[in-house]
């Protein structure tokens, strides 16, 4: 299974969301760990919203005048392939893309779940969202870095 960090449940009005990330290189790997969310956490199998996700991939194995791989940061992205889905929850999706792109991260899937409790939320609903998927980042040692893009796949290598 892959290096999975994960948030605490965050609850409001009855409704619950929890978030998931782990680094990727490819958009390739998504539908396998997709369904590794549902052997780490049998509760999401019941959410609502199970797989409300986004993410981002560039190429990462550019190496140094020495041979080594390339730092955590990145100064440019280079083939930039990201994508996103709703999971029947319009706009969040793109929200979590969003959330990427602020934070500058690249080589990471963020899924979050949400077990709807009975009562609209509006617009408060995506704020639940972004606190519980900073939380995974932060959990995953994902956060900290400071203006250039942030290579995922390489972090807990350099940490």
């Known amino acids: ?25 490819s958009s390739t790997e998504i539908p396998g760990l997709l369904e590794d969310i549902f052997k780490l956490d049998k509760t999401v199998q019941k959410a609502s919203h199970p797989l409300m996700y986004a993410w981002k991939t560039t190429q990462s194995n550019l190496t140094d005048k020495q041979g080594k791989s390339a730092a955590v940061e990145l100064n440019k992205l280079v083939n930039l392939n ?14 979590i893309l969003g959330m990427l792109d602020r934070l500058h991260l690249v080589n990471i899937l963020v899924i979050v779940s949400r ?4 009562t609209p939320l509006g617009p408060a609903r995506f704020k639940c969202m972004s606190d519980v998927g900073m939380e995974a980042l ?5 956060l900290g870095f400071k203006g250039k893009w942030t290579d995922c796949s390489k972090v807990r290598n350099q940490r």
Not at 13 to 18: A, G, L, R, T, V
């Open 1 to 25: 299974m892959s290096r999975w960090s994960t948030s605490s449940i965050l609850t409001m009005k009855k409704s619950k969301f929890k978030a998931f990330c782990t680094p990727i290189t």
């Open 82 to 95: 990201q994508g996103f889905n709703d999971n029947r929850e319009g706009g969040s999706g793109l929200r």
């Open 115 to 118: 077990w709807y409790g009975g």
């Open 138 to 142: 932060r959990n995953g040692g994902y």
